[in-house]
């Protein structure tokens, strides 16, 4: 049966009465399913605690279809928060552009110089940020980096972002405040540094000096699993609004932002909303990466070699999840000590649960993409501070296993104190044989044992 197209006009009353008003003020790079479930969903609670101009401007990287979509439907768009036993449905309408970075160079800059655009988000993966994680340099010999640099129309977030701070300093318009919301360490410092090397390559001083002057660069944590929509997605919201919403996302009812408290010229209220505002992002960041995004990894390659599809048929088996209960509790949550962190009970289980989510369909296949630029984060980092400690990484030894075996062994290039560490290097290697000899659920059973 066919549904009308979800629009402002055809919206329910009852719905409607949820949408915000308000001009742009934000703009955010990467229009993905997570930005839709987390930030536009935040952004709109705090616009009608406290009305302002907060609409967002998204602008995709790639997706045509998806821009095509929010247009068509007023920029309105569903989310399904999927819990363990029902589903929430709302309509989000904090988008009031969509752009196609590609296709529309002029727009996005001129929409980032805007004066009253004072905050940018982005989501954009860690590959999107085009640097080598094991410097933290940007990668000048990218080809999309190489044109940005020859002043070709941006291609990259990165070239996105300095164009329109460059055309904002030459209208004399105010600074802002750019939030990064992507799992990587110091994410804000790390888009801070490359907006300065980017400079910096074509000479732009006085812009940097600008930048240094004007913009804001706070580091943030996002915690949603938001998993990719299917066609079952969209045929639910169908069947239960009667309209149809080609931008349709889904997600859990969990959602968690914090953020460094230095902003450049104002934000929604955040805060009203359950958005942490707080002074030192490190212990935050750790926690998010080891437990949560750890956590995934190990169940995702682990899994994978198992013939798991989602966290979910992972921690439906009982030696997945005594492992993972096991790396929560003695080591991943352990090497959070030396920030001051260890998390209680009610932390992991909660976790757990989450994870067990079985309506949710978070893929493996999906949590494992990209996972080289993953993994130093969320599990070599703890491991390096577990045998400081003294504590030998075994689970964790095994959980990157996983990751050779399943990745066909790529190239891992291990920090310097874990190639130098001849117990890391015989567990590693032990874990190794362990799966190529046993496979996979054997060796979690065995370990359940020990």
Known sequence: MSHPRLSASRLPAWL??????????IVHLGLGAFHRAHQAVLTQEAMRVEPGPW??????????????????????????ERGPEDDRLRVVGSVREALLAPEQPDRVAAV??????????????????RHDPATGRLRVEDPDVAADLAGGPPRTPVGQLVG????????????????SCDNLPDNGRLVARLTREFCAHRG??????????????????????????????????????????????????HRRWVIEDDFAAGRPAWDAVGVDLVPDIAPHQAA???????????????GLLAGCTSTADALA???????????????????????????DEREIEGLLTRLANPRLGHRLDQIAADALRKVPQRLLDPAVDLLVAGIEPRLISLAVAGLLH?????????????????????????????????????????????
């Open 16 to 25: 409607a009465a949820d949408l915000p008003d308000g001009g742009v003020g």
């Open 55 to 80: 609409g967002i401007c998204a602008v995709a990287q790639r997706n045509g279809r998806l821009v095509d979509a929010l247009v068509e439907q007023d920029h309105l768009f569903t989310v399904t």
């Open 112 to 129: 980032l110089a805007e004066p009253g655009t004072r905050v940018v988000t982005v989501t954009v993966t860690e590959s999107g940020y």
């Open 164 to 179: 329109g701070l460059r055309r904002r300093r030459l209208l004399g318009n105010p600074g802002l405040t750019v939030v």
């Open 204 to 253: 732009e001083h006085d812009l940097v000096e600008w930048v240094d002057e004007h913009v804001r660069f706070p580091s943030s944590v996002v915690d949603q699993i938001v998993p990719a929509t299917t066609a079952a997605d969209v045929a639910h919201v169908a069947e239960a609004l009667g309209l149809e919403d080609r931008a349709a996302v889904v997600g859990e009812p």
């Open 288 to 302: 998010k990466l080891r437990l949560v995004n750890g956590t995934h990894t190990a169940l995702a390659h682990l």
């Open 317 to 343: 088996r009982p030696e997945f999840a005594r492992f993972a209960e096991r790396l929560l509790r003695a080591e991943t949550g352990p090497s959070l000590r030396r920030f001051g962190l260890g998390p």
């Open 406 to 450: 399943q990745q066909d062994f790529p190239v891992l290039a291990l920090p310097l104190p874990l190639r130098e560490s001849r117990v890391f290097r015989s567990l590693l290697a032990d874990a190794v044989r362990r799966i190529d000899q046993d496979g996979v659920v054997v060796t979690l059973r065995r370990i359940g044992r020990s």
